[in-house]
């Protein structure tokens, strides 16, 4: 009698390709594509470039914001910064939001101020205009404050063209 230990061993492998394509096939049909949390919906300035469009006929609200005061830079865990790393600002900082001739430095002011705005012309646009300084925290609060008075088209203004 033959030791069994003496026999060849063969895997069939067909039957196991077919079992991996069966469950490719499964996954690319049950497949969800998951949308972007973070997506911020604006648009990127349109008088810059090749593609100039010409402007709306309604006068949009430009919000311009600008650093009056820097205040100290804070390593994320609220210590002084040591040059390294991630940083944050501390409570000092005090920026300027500008509409028009009207101006304030608390945001809370700005948001009332843009919900008027946006009550008197429901179709009016709105740019956010960042001066040298800000961080995208800054943009990031001021763009909430005019989603939340209402303004749906929200355009960031590029940086002047270099002389």
């Not at 061993?9 to 497949?31: G, Q, S, Y």
């Not at 830079?73 to 991630?86: H, I, K, N, Q, T």
């Not at 002011?109 to 009550?119: G, K, N, P, T």
């Not at 355009?155 to 002047?160: K, L, Q, S, T, Y």
Request: proline share 5%; hydrophobic share 40%.
């Amino acid at each position: 009698m033959e030791d069994p230990r003496d026999q060849d061993c063969k895997l069939e492998m067909t039957p196991m390709i077919d079992v991996v394509f069966l469950l490719l096939i499964f996954f690319m049909c049950t497949l969800r594509f998951k949308t972007l949390e973070g997506k911020l919906a604006a648009y990127l300035p349109k008088d810059v470039g090749g593609n100039v469009t010409p402007s709306k006929l309604g006068e949009d609200v430009e919000i311009r914001l600008r650093v009056v005061r820097e205040g100290r830079r804070l390593d994320v865990r609220g210590e002084p910064y040591a040059g390294a790393g991630r940083w944050i600002y501390d409570d000092t900082r005090e920026l300027e939001y500008r509409v028009g001739p009207w101006k304030t430095t608390r945001l809370g002011d700005l948001e009332r101020r843009l919900a008027e705005l946006h009550a008197l012309d429901v179709d009016r646009a709105s740019k956010i205009d960042a001066s040298d300084g800000i961080v995208y925290g800054d943009v990031a609060r001021v763009l909430d404050a005019a989603l939340g008075a209402g303004f749906r088209a929200i355009e960031f203004v590029g940086a002047p063209p270099s002389r």
